[in-house]
């Protein structure tokens, strides 16, 4: 059974911070791993998606990188600002049994 | 495109009342499923569907019931609604081949 661990649950950084949030998963057989951004009460965007056979995607301040071997993915964010302040999760689709598996999430306070 | 749209946003029902929560999308994606999101368990697929036709349990499918008539279209029936249902519920689209996720807004239920 896949399992996605995002550690630790919460962070907050001074503005201005280069940061990175974690993603560790238990199956290597996964089609993609996906980014979400969640702002309280909202729903889920997606920020960047990396398929099995990509190492890395960028958007913007934003960089995700997949090491499949070892079952990690890393959500790097630059220059962090107060607007970056939102819960962050990972998810990984698995084709054989046609399932997005998602982390916990990590909730992200940027401070002014 | 609208992409992925849920009626109602919101919801309140009492116990032992049914409901269902309707789910659309345009993209002519294959592949839909259901999620619901409660605090500290993080996002869990209830069921999903592959086509028109076709529909598979999730990790919590017990008291949900789906069908998938269309392409377009994927309810979600709650048959005798429990507290332990008051969740937010999330419905999601993805293309098979593409394998990314696009997310409803949510439709926000309590159940007292």
């Known amino acids: 059974k896949q399992e996605v661990t995002q550690i630790p649950a919460a962070l907050s950084v001074p503005e201005g911070e280069n940061l990175v949030l974690n993603c560790s998963f238990t199956d290597s057989a996964i089609y993609n791993l996906q980014w979400f951004r969640q702002d309280p009460g909202k729903g889920l965007t997606s920020l960047l998606l990396?398929?099995?056979?990509?190492r890395e995607q960028t958007s913007g301040r934003l960089n995700a990188s997949l090491d499949k071997s070892s079952g990690r993915s890393t959500l790097y964010i630059a220059a962090s600002q107060p607007g970056d302040s939102a819960t962050y999760l990972c998810?990984?689709?698995?084709?054989?049994?046609?399932?997005?598996?998602f982390g916990k999430g990590i909730t992200l306070s940027v401070r002014p | 495109n609208a992409g992925v749209t849920q009626t109602p946003k919101f919801q309140v029902l009492k116990t032992g009342q049914s409901m269902t929560l309707q789910c659309a999308q345009d993209m002519n994606h294959e592949y839909m499923s259901w999620y619901r999101q409660d605090p500290g368990m993080g996002l869990r697929l209830i069921h999903y569907s592959v086509g028109a036709g076709i529909t598979d349990q999730g990790e919590v499918p017990n008291g949900y019931n789906v069908s998938r008539s269309t392409t377009e279209d994927f309810p979600l029936r709650l048959l005798s609604a429990a507290p332990s249902q008051t969740s937010v519920y999330f419905c999601a689209s993805l293309k098979l081949g593409a394998y990314e996720q696009y997310f409803g807004p949510g439709t926000r239920l309590t159940v007292t």
């Open positions: 998810a990984v689709f698995t084709g054989a049994n046609s399932k997005l598996t």
């Open positions: 990396i398929q099995s056979s990509q």
